[in-house]
């Protein structure tokens, strides 16, 4: 009987210390309103909706974000007018995001590869692209982004979610990007 009394108390010791323990990342479903899109972050987010320009048009675009330790973690998306080209505004999108984040363009530059999902559009410009940049302090960061489209009815939706740090996690960018659903 002692013996199992000892094992019992070990036992709700271990737990109680595990419980203790907060993970580093407490990744939750999160949606964007009016879509059936869904994503996983590691952290709770804030979120906005902002008007601005994709593709020569103007759209609401929803932004989920958040810190998970020095990560900085993002997902973007907006549903693009009937008949607009998804494919010359992921391009847009991508070379905007690299530009702003100081990513050179030519010699280091990025290696894009081809990133399909289950249920998203196989166009030639879904893509993710690993790469360093620079902060606008001047700070050098790496970036694991991606870019993406799914139709919902007669629209698309395009979408695009990244990391950035001073040294990628991969299985963060990993779990963040797979987690990506239509």
């Not at 709770?44 to 330790?69: F, H, I, W, Y």
């Not at 360093?132 to 939706?157: F, H």
Request: net charge positive; charged share 20%.
């Amino acid at each position: 009987m002692r013996k199992h009394s000892s094992a019992c108390a070990a036992s709700l010791v271990l737990t109680w210390i595990l419980s203790a323990c907060t993970p580093a990342q407490n990744w939750r479903d999160i949606a964007f309103e009016g879509s059936a899109l869904k994503a996983q972050l590691p952290c709770k987010p804030d979120r906005t909706t902002r008007s601005v320009p994709l593709g020569g048009v103007s759209v609401d675009l929803q932004v989920a974000g958040c810190e998970s330790e020095s990560a900085m973690v993002a997902v973007m998306t907006a549903s693009l007018p009937t008949g607009s080209d998804a494919t010359a505004v992921l391009s847009g999108w991508q070379k905007a995001t690299l530009d702003n984040a100081r990513v050179p363009s030519t010699g280091t530059g990025p290696q894009p590869q081809s990133w399909h999902r289950p249920g998203h559009l196989p166009l030639a410009s879904s893509q993710r692209v690993q790469a360093m940049g620079l902060k606008s302090n001047g700070e050098p960061v790496a970036m694991d982004a991606v870019w993406g489209a799914v139709t919902e009815g007669d629209r698309v939706r395009v979408v695009h979610a990244v990391v950035y740090d001073r040294k990628i996690q991969p299985e963060m960018a990993n779990t963040l990007f797979e987690s990506i659903k239509p």
